[in-house]
T-cell receptor, first 112, second 112 residues
Framework: EDQVTQSPEALRLQEGESSSLNCSYTVSGLRGLFWYRQDPGKGPEFLFTLYSAGEEKEKERLKATLTKKESFLHITAPKPEDSATYLCAVLMNSGGYQKVTFGTGTKLQVIP | DGGITQSPKYLFRKEGQNVTLSCEQNLNHDAMYWYRQDPGQGLRLIYYSQIVNDFQKGDIAEGYSVSREKKESFPLTVTSAQKNPTAFYLC???????????FGSGTRLTVV
């Protein structure tokens, strides 16, 4: 069964304390992996797309990496405004069509 | 500015009523999607449409209906057959098979 698992469920960091969020997947026919940021009561905001193992993308304090089994979202020297829920999603081939499966997210809180 | 507009932001429904959630996009995207988000669960796909006048059931389509008469619009009707409709509903669009989704700001539906 195709699965996308995010860990940890919640993460509390001091401002400036770097860490990583994990997204592991067991899917066949991976077409791409996406990272989103979601603030409370709002729709997810697109951050990155990764297509192949070894690929990396960066945006400000965020860096996303991809291996054959998992992706990491590295947060360097986070600030309180980075507090949000981070979602990953996997685009895969399934039964002859493309399907997107979302993880349940990691809720990040950055304390000043 | 291009984007997706969902309305209303909050919606209250009495038991036994049908309600319709609006989703409009001006991104010229072919594909549109409806997701449901519940606490502690990943986004679950209700319906999707890859082209005008065509749509497919997602993983949790029971109790919902959609139409796609125009490329820009993909309204979702939550019918009285949906037993647990209280949730946060998200509309999204994408260029078919490429990249990530653009999400709307969501509609929070509450049954009273």
């Amino acid at each position: 069964e195709d699965q996308v698992t995010q860990s940890p469920e919640a993460l509390r960091l001091q401002e400036g304390e770097s860490s990583s969020l994990n997204c592991s997947y067991t899917v066949s026919g991976l077409r791409g992996l996406f990272w989103y940021r979601q603030d409370p009561g709002k729709g997810p905001e697109f951050l990155f797309t990764l297509y192949s193992a070894g690929e990396e993308k960066e945006k400000e304090r965020l860096k996303a990496t991809l291996t054959k089994k998992e992706s990491f979202l590295h947060i360097t020297a986070p600030k309180p405004e980075d507090s949000a829920t981070y979602l990953c999603a996997v685009l895969m081939n399934s039964g002859g069509y493309q399907k997107v499966t979302f993880g349940t997210g990691t809720k990040l809180q950055v304390i000043p | 500015d291009g984007g997706i507009t969902q309305s209303p932001k909050y919606l209250f429904r009495k038991e036994g009523q049908n309600v319709t959630l609006s989703c409009e996009q001006n991104l010229n995207h072919d594909a549109m999607y409806w997701y449901r988000q519940d606490p502690g669960q990943g986004l679950r796909l209700i319906y999707y449409s890859q082209i005008v006048n065509d749509f497919q059931k997602g993983d949790i389509a029971e109790g919902y209906s959609v139409s796609r008469e125009k490329k820009e619009s993909f309204p979702l009707t939550v019918t009285s057959a949906q037993k647990n409709p209280t949730a946060f509903y998200l509309c999204a669009s994408s260029i078919q098979g490429i990249g990530g989704y653009t999400f709307g700001s969501g509609t929070r539906l509450t049954v009273v």
